[in-house]
């Protein structure tokens, strides 16, 4: 038989519009891109402050490389761990209102480093069932008992926790933006209930890290909750503009993942002009709040001009989901936009339920009111 399955495979994906392809961009990042020559509004990038482009980060790379050379040769705990990490995790500390962090290559190593050196056999982990794969895959792969309650649904996770007290570890996780529909967590009784049961609570941050709170801190600021979070994950890809992932706490904690955190022991560590392009990402969200300032307005615009011809789509952050339904739907959907100049990927099962297929639309700071008038313009007469 050997690899012949594949075939049958892909062609069962395809058969139900499932089957997925690349785009190659080949412009930089922002809200205008470049596909086979042509230009398209892009609404589908989590580069919300347009930092992924800005020059004071590009010259920071660049001077980075410089000094530092490109790769870094080795893991953080034998010769890879470089002034530009440290001083970078100390900054991250700083920013989250934590004693330390620790840096992971990417977010996705990031909650499975932790989840797998937090729990495991004999301990339970209760998460909301829309988190981010990155979440459920570290709690299947952790070895712990693993309960999903309805979505933000802290009736259902109280109950759970009621029952939970004869596993040794407990532990509570939640996005607090939510990456395919965009809503928040109910983060304030979600720590009452994780601080009533003793459970150990991890939040994460990373869609709302550069979006909400004073100076882009994330929700966990923006819900006053700085300091009483067990665990604080976020990530440097999305409004930071970089790459890397990151968990930040107390200095225990930190310790202890750093010497039993399997994504961070036995991999290489982040480059350092990686390490120099986030620190001028967070240095810009800290200096220049116009910037999250032009993103939320750009939010408010798009959901006045959405409500036009929807009433229904919730609008908390920049990410609004359009949910079509069937897979075909949203496959047909995204690809008359992108006729009309407008790129926004289908998003489909097993990204999402099954029957709720979507397009996600990601604002920018970067998009202009006519850039979205455009959106919500074209929008309508190709979907209705």
């Not at 900054?91 to 729990?119: D, Q, R, W």
Request: proline fraction near 4%.
């Amino acid at each position: 038989m050997g690899i012949d399955f594949i075939s049958n495979e892909l062609k069962a994906l395809q058969d139900s519009a499932l089957l997925r392809d690349l785009k190659t961009i080949e412009s930089a990042q922002d809200s205008c891109v470049q596909i086979n020559g042509k230009s398209y509004l892009s609404f589908c990038s989590n580069n919300y402050l347009g930092l992924a482009n800005h020059p004071k980060i590009k010259q920071s790379a660049i001077e980075a490389i410089h000094q530092y050379g490109w790769g870094t040769g080795a893991s953080r705990l034998i010769s890879g761990n470089m002034l530009l990490h440290q001083a970078l995790e100390k900054k991250i500390a700083e920013f989250k209102g934590t004693e330390a962090a620790i840096l992971f290559p990417t977010g996705y190593m990031a909650n499975l480093g932790a989840l797998c050196s937090l729990v495991s056999k004999g301990d339970i982990v209760i998460g909301d069932k829309l988190n981010h794969a990155s979440i459920i895959d570290g709690c299947r792969l952790s070895g712990a008992t693993f309960r999903i309650y309805p979505h933000k649904d802290v009736r259902q996770l109280e109950s759970l926790l009621q029952r939970s007290s004869a596993w040794r570890r407990k532990l509570v996780i939640t996005d607090s933006v939510f990456s395919m529909d965009g809503d928040i967590a109910p983060l304030m009784e979600i720590a009452d209930i994780a601080k009533k049961y003793d459970a150990m609570l991890m939040v994460d941050d990373a869609h709302a890290t550069g979006v909400f709170g004073k100076q882009g801190k994330g929700l966990i600021e923006h819900c006053g909750l700085e300091g009483k979070i067990d665990i604080v994950m976020g990530s440097l890809s999305k409004a930071v503009g970089s790459i890397g992932g990151f968990i930040a706490g107390s200095k225990p904690l930190i310790s202890f993942l750093k010497n039993k955190s399997r994504s961070f022991i036995y991999t290489t560590a982040l480059p350092p002009a990686a390490c120099a392009a986030s620190l001028a990402g967070l240095t810009l969200i800290q200096e220049d709040t116009s910037l999250i300032d032009r993103l939320w307005k750009n939010i408010y615009f798009a959901k006045s001009q959405l409500s036009k011809f929807v009433n229904t789509i919730p609008v908390e952050s920049p990410i609004i989901p359009f949910i079509i339904g069937s897979t075909e739907g949203a496959v047909n959907l995204s690809i008359k936009l992108f006729e009309n100049g407008i790129l926004i990927p289908p998003i489909r099962p097993p990204t999402v339920p099954p029957g709720t297929s979507r397009l996600r639309i990601s604002l920018m700071a970067t998009h202009s009111e006519d850039d979205i008038k455009r959106l919500t313009d074209v929008l309508p007469r190709t979907w209705l």
